[in-house]
């Protein structure tokens, strides 16, 4: 089974229009760490926000803040005020504590998202 | 935090050929990760190289088709070895250079195979 769920493979928005990506995941562990990368065309990996399983709060970077529904295990990225240069690849991903020897992540499929001017 | 450089960033190469892909990480790490990410895919996991023992591959990926060398704390090598056009991807050369749940895992800039 699919640790890591993104069910849009890809999505348009409006320049300086907010946009949600959808990530579910699928753990057992109490203790895990969900990450969101970037891929630009370039193919580099761009760490963009971190949110912990036992975190009260929503995680927020700048324009990046993470929804958070921990029973739903679900961890969207919101991008508010979208860029030109936000157009890219974006990556969901997992670390389990307790089932992770090398503490390594696990990655969904990613979706493409392409801002419009 | 981390820095790593990979080498070469590109190639283009024979079908039934070798290349040999290096990365250096800017600091000691315990474990080092390489990914492949073919073609509008995801990142998959290929081994784990620890220094001083043998890379632990996971489940698809085989030591004689992907060879991994591990003689420091800061550097590493993969092998893709009689490569097929079915071998043409990204690969990634990683490092978490935390031990805890919260840190983040650095991605080397990639290196581009195209198998002919």
């Known amino acids: 089974a699919q640790k890591i769920t993104q069910t849009q493979p890809g999505m348009f928005v409006q320049e300086k229009e907010a946009v949600t990506l959808d990530c579910t995941y699928d753990?057992?562990?109490?203790?895990?760490?969900l990450f969101w990368y970037k891929q630009p065309s370039s193919g580099e990996m761009i760490f963009l926000i971190y949110?912990?399983?036992?975190?009260?709060q929503n995680a927020t970077e700048g324009r990046y803040s993470l929804n958070f529904q921990k029973a739903r295990k679900s961890a969207n990225l919101v991008i508010s005020a979208s860029q030109l240069g936000d157009s890219a690849m974006y990556f969901c991903?997992?670390?389990?504590?307790?089932?992770?020897?090398?503490?390594?992540?696990?990655f969904g499929g990613g979706t493409r998202l392409m801002v419009k001017p | 935090s981390a820095v790593i450089s990979q080498k070469p960033s590109r190639d283009i190469c024979q079908r039934g050929t070798s290349l040999t892909i290096q990365c250096q990480v800017d600091?000691?790490?315990?474990?080092m990760f390489w990914y492949r990410q073919q073609p509008g895919q995801s990142l998959t996991l290929i081994a784990t190289?620890?220094?001083?023992?043998?890379?632990?591959?996971e489940s698809g990926f085989v030591i004689d088709k992907f060879p991994i060398s591990r003689p420091n704390l800061t550097f590493s090598t993969l092998t893709v070895s009689n490569m097929s056009p079915e071998d043409s991807s990204i690969y990634l050369c990683?490092?978490?250079?935390?031990?805890?749940?919260?840190?983040?895992?650095?991605f080397g800039p990639g290196t581009r195979l195209t198998v002919l």
């Open positions: 990683s490092v978490v250079p935390g031990g805890g749940i919260a840190d983040t895992q650095y």
């Open positions: 753990t057992s562990d109490p203790s895990y760490g």
């Open positions: 949110q912990g399983s036992y975190d009260q």
């Open positions: 991903a997992m670390r389990e504590l307790n089932n992770n020897a090398g503490n390594m992540l696990t």
């Open positions: 600091s000691q790490v315990t474990m």
């Open positions: 190289a620890n220094q001083g023992s043998e890379a632990t591959y």
